[in-house]
């Protein structure tokens, strides 16, 4: 699959999952270095936000957004995943007051590469919303064509009150 970068053509690793599809293994790292595995996810319905680099205007802006929804969503995991080291991440939230969304590191890429979400010309993961349902199965997703284009928040929102 393929995105753009201001206009230039980037090449994912592979075609992302789709919707129907069962969520795939990956590990990611939280605040503590300690691995959330995708099976840690089930039991409730999840939002995962993907951002390329945690510090650039628009991935703070998608995570903020996402972060101010949360209060409304009791019994939801919100992720926004990146794979910016867990300092970057812990600095930022400390900066932007940004203290309920979780922040997870795919530093080691296995998110990237088990979604197809990788970059790997630029090491960083294409800009993606997803909605999960409790037994894992994928309900929505949005990988924005333009790297630095927002997602469509209202839509990813709407799915996921669908699933409450």
């Known amino acids: 699959m393929k995105i753009t970068i201001n206009g230039e053509q980037r090449q994912l690793v592979g075609n992302p999952p ?5 969520l795939p293994h990956f590990k990611v790292f939280d605040q503590n270095n300690e ?3 995708t099976r ?4 409730k319905p999840t939002l995962l936000s993907v951002v390329p680099d945690i510090n650039t205007p628009v991935c ?6 996402f972060n101010q929804t ?13 794979t910016n080291r867990i300092e970057d991440q812990q600095k930022w939230c400390a900066a932007e007051g940004v203290k309920k969304m979780k922040l997870v590191s795919d530093y080691e890429q296995s998110f990237g590469y ?17 909605v999960v349902d409790a037994n894992g199965k994928i309900v929505y997703r949005q990988i924005v064509s333009e790297l630095t284009d927002e997602p469509d928040y ?5 799915e996921l009150k669908k699933l409450l």
């Not at 789709?18 to 069962?22: D, I, L, P, S």
């Not at 703070?60 to 957004?65: D, V």
């Not at 949360?70 to 990146?82: E, P």
């Not at 088990?114 to 997803?130: F, H, K, Y």
């Open 40 to 43: 840690f996810l089930f039991g």
């Open 114 to 130: 088990a979604m197809n979400l990788l970059i790997p010309d630029e090491g960083v993961l294409a800009r993606s919303v997803w």
């Open 154 to 158: 209202d839509a990813a929102l709407a």
């Open 35 to 37: 691995k959330v595995k």
């Open 70 to 82: 949360m209060d409304q969503f009791s019994g939801v995991n919100f992720l926004t995943i990146s």
């Open 18 to 22: 789709m919707v129907g599809e069962e």
């Open 60 to 65: 703070s802006l998608q995570t903020k957004k």
